[in-house]
């Protein structure tokens, strides 16, 4: 893969190169719509087909009266929003720590995604360090539907 591939492959975005993250730093994402073909393409993929998630018959009798989002889904594609965060400063993902659900995020719905910095281990001198992130899931009304931890491997910027 050449450097042209490699640009394109991140949306040609600018990378966020580990020296210019700092602790409590805020890290855009998109909203994500839960869209139901979002919600159903993810059940066909992982077989996750409980009637709560693709049957909405089924979900009006449940305690949530409607058909609700996988939580998994939410992380995953939080998760996968990194790339377009970081850019090529990001190498790989290290960890997925602590996830909390507080409530469902509904199908149909966008939802507001929040991340922060927490902290970082970037040893001196070493090309790369290790980024701990906390996100947020905000439901509809505002609430906070999901709040997990992730850490990734980021680059320093290339000398020139």
Aim: aromatic share 6%; proline share 5%.
């Amino acid at each position: 893969m050449n450097a042209k591939q490699s640009a394109s492959s991140h949306g040609n975005i600018e990378p966020l190169w580990l020296e210019q993250v700092k602790p409590g730093m805020r890290l855009a994402l998109p909203d994500l719509d839960c869209t139901a073909e979002l919600v159903a393409g993810y059940a066909e993929l992982l077989d996750a087909k409980h009637p709560i998630h693709v049957d909405a018959e089924y979900a009006k009798r449940s305690r949530f009266g409607r058909l609700i989002a996988h939580g998994p889904l939410l992380i995953a594609k939080s998760l996968g929003m990194l790339g377009a965060v970081f850019g090529e400063a990001l190498q790989v993902m290290l960890e997925v720590g602590e996830w909390r659900f507080y409530g469902p995020v509904f199908v149909g719905v966008k939802v507001r995604l929040e991340c922060f910095v927490v902290d970082i281990n970037a040893p001196k001198g070493g090309s790369s360090g290790a980024v701990r992130l906390e996100i947020r899931v905000m439901a509809e009304d505002g609430g906070l539907a999901q709040r997990g931890t992730a850490s990734v491997l980021l680059s320093r910027r290339p000398k020139a």
